[in-house]
C-alpha cells in the first residue's frame, strides 16, 4: 500500500511522545546553553569520550548544586518575608486591643 511523504510525516508528527519530547526540549536546551556559555562545554579540556562525559557531568553537577543554593535561600528568604508579615499583623493587633 503506497503512502505519500506528506502524510507520513504527519503521522509521525501526531505521535504523542515526540509531542512530548518537543515540549520540554527548549527547557533542556536552555540548561546546555548555559552550560556552554558560562561554564566552559564550548571545549573540552581533556581528549576521551570518557574523559569528556566525566567533565560534563561535573560541570552539570556544579550547575544543579548552585541551582540548588539558588532555591533553598530563596526559600528561606520567602519564609522570613511570611514571618515578617505575621509579626506585623501582630502588632496590628495589641494596637486595637489597647
Known amino acids: 500500500m503506497f503512502v505519500s511523504e506528506d502524510y507520513r510525516l504527519k503521522l509521525l508528527d501526531e505521535n504523542s511522545e515526540r509531542k512530548e519530547a518537543l515540549r520540554r526540549r527548549p527547557m533542556v536546551e536552555r540548561r546546555f ?5 558560562w561554564h566552559g562545554l564550548g571545549r573540552a579540556c581533556y581528549w576521551g569520550r570518557a574523559k569528556v562525559a566525566i567533565q560534563a557531568l561535573m560541570t552539570f553537577l556544579v550547575m544543579n548544586v548552585k541551582r540548588m543554593v539558588r532555591l533553598l ?3 528561606n528568604r520567602s519564609e522570613e518575608f ?3 508579615g505575621e ?3 501582630r502588632r496590628k493587633k495589641i494596637k486595637v486591643e489597647k
Open 33 to 37: 546553553g548555559a552550560g556552554k556559555k
Open 73 to 75: 535561600l530563596m526559600k
Open 82 to 84: 511570611w514571618k515578617l
Open 87 to 89: 509579626e506585623k499583623e
